[in-house]
């Protein structure tokens, strides 16, 4: 298979642009390793997240809509974040199917919808480039470090989506293809409590130890997560006695790229990983 996307449009969302810098970061100079070049479209806006299409439909759509009417259909449109890549794929599928809520879109807009646009998320991408033989050189990196591979579940699909892939198992497959050692355990789908963090930390706090707990038991040595909101709960509702090293995906898959952890992305994380990682790379 020949790999295609050297040049994509970029749509980092709320999160990686704030709370998960340390995210976007790593997933950009994983990138920069393979020569793929990535275009932030110009002006984005939050994709409407949770709160918004449980409160207001409409807003929901217009915001995600925004960002499709913004990105140029010459190349498909990378989204690093599942609940935004979620929003996002769900104002297309909304958008091709209703008529009469793309004519009042498009009516906002001034302009014609891309019907056409591709969407493609991080997981479709890395999927595509292990597929294309671009991990060969990198066997090892990893040392056999014990993961628990987090997804939470943002990357589940409701039935109209339901042809869009999930990407349930691809962290495992990669962890292991670099060198580490995924565990057994029966928590990597399970919900942190995304925005209840908010508006029910005690439900959130309950959900995200159950968590801690079941990774400590595994024998895991850290938790690699695919949303930066999961990341984000697991290490703020997380208390003390429960606490283990949490991974953004893209962190690790630059350690094994290059093997050299960023301080400055290691600084960001509220549990601090140097313990762990110092038993494998200097920190």
Not at 34 to 49: A, K, Q, Y
Not at 85 to 91: I, K, M, S, V
Not at 210 to 231: D, P
Request: hydrophobic fraction near 40%; proline fraction near 6%.
């Amino acid at each position: 298979m020949t790999f295609s996307h050297k040049e994509l449009n970029y749509f980092p969302g709320c999160s990686l642009a704030t709370t998960a810098k340390e995210n976007n970061a790593s997933l950009k100079h994983f990138l920069e390793q393979f020569d793929i070049r990535l275009t932030e479209i110009p002006d984005w806006n939050c994709c409407g997240s949770s709160s918004t299409h449980s409160i207001d439909s409409g807003l929901a759509l217009a915001l995600a809509s925004r960002n499709l009417f913004l990105a140029p259909a010459d190349k498909p449109l990378l989204i690093a974040c599942p609940g935004c890549y979620l929003r996002l794929g769900d104002a297309k599928w909304t958008l091709n199917m209703n008529q009469a809520k793309r004519n009042k879109v498009e009516k906002h807009f001034g302009q014609p919808f891309q019907s056409d646009l591709q969407l493609l998320h991080f997981f479709e991408l890395l999927a595509d480039m292990s597929h294309s033989g671009l991990f060969k050189d990198l066997p090892g990196r990893l040392k056999g470090l014990k993961i628990a591979s987090y997804y939470g579940c943002m990357l589940a699909r409701p039935p109209r989506l339901n042809k869009m892939p999930n990407h349930y198992g691809l962290i495992e497959k990669t962890m292991t293809a670099l060198g580490g050692d995924p565990v057994q355990w029966g928590f990597s789908n399970t919900c942190c409590g995304t925005f209840l963090s908010v508006s029910r930390p005690l439900i959130a706090s309950n959900l995200v130890n159950r968590i801690m707990k079941a990774a400590i038991r595994s024998g895991a040595e850290c938790i690699v997560t695919a949303c930066a909101m999961c990341h984000l709960n697991l290490e703020i509702r997380c208390a003390p006695e429960n606490r283990i090293p949490v991974f953004h995906f893209s962190e690790i898959l630059s350690l094994a790229r290059d093997g050299k952890p960023s301080r400055e992305w290691l600084n960001r994380h509220l549990i601090d990983p140097a313990p762990v990682l110092k038993t494998r790379w200097q920190v």
